[in-house]
């Protein structure tokens, strides 16, 4: 499947496993993806974005993706839900945060490094490489370039999805803006 990324697409793989060892993270994770989406330059995922203003917010939705970590990853509407069950995760955190330090539970392991010395990638972050390469397919694109990546990540419902929508990026907009290719990505 590599074989088929777009030089600026390996570039963002590159640069996610770069955040993940930054972060510490034992594994790649969909976040990691998005921060380098977001460090992207002169690319048609970096032109969508700014076309949707995302690219002038790009603090926010870096502090939004920190925010979460330190919610142990729990989106948004995940944290909603278990206030519904009278689960207050914001108390959590502040609790463990006290015990164990502030980001005790982002995740940020070194120890959790693969013997090879390589990032492996979670299983989330695989579904966007492998939902990339469906909405290349579905677009009749030959190869599969960041803006697909781009496509793939809000498709998947979690962190990055939830904090892209806030700030107006979704499958609809990024569509009009990039053209929605020869058929309709796949959900």
């Known amino acids: 499947m590599f074989e088929r990324f777009t030089k600026d697409a390996r570039a963002v793989v ?46 926010a939705v870096r502090q939004e993706l920190r925010d979460a970590r330190r919610r142990a990853g729990l989106s948004q509407a995940e944290t909603e839900a278990l206030a519904g069950l009278g689960i ?22 070194k120890d959790r490094r693969w013997w090879s010395g ?8 695989k579904d966007v490489l492998e939902k990339a390469l469906r909405v290349a397919v579905a677009r009749r694109d030959r190869h599969i370039g960041d803006e697909h990546l781009l496509l793939a990540l809000v498709l ?15 499958h609809e907009s ?11 990505a796949c959900a």
């Open 156 to 170: 998947r419902p979690g962190v990055p999805a939830e904090v892209l929508a806030g700030h107006g990026v979704t």
């Open 88 to 109: 207050d995760v914001s108390e959590i955190v502040a609790r463990v945060e006290e015990a164990h330090g502030v980001g005790a539970m982002s995740g940020g392991r």
């Open 14 to 59: 590159q640069g996610a496993v770069e955040h993940a060892e930054a972060a510490g993270a034992g594994t790649v994770e969909p976040e990691h993806l998005l921060l380098a989406l977001l460090d992207r330059e002169g690319s048609r995922a970096s032109f969508a974005l700014a076309v949707l203003g995302a690219g002038e917010h790009q603090d």
């Open 174 to 184: 990024l569509t009009r803006v990039l053209g929605d290719g020869a058929g309709e």
């Open 118 to 125: 390589h990032r492996s990638f979670s299983r989330g972050a």
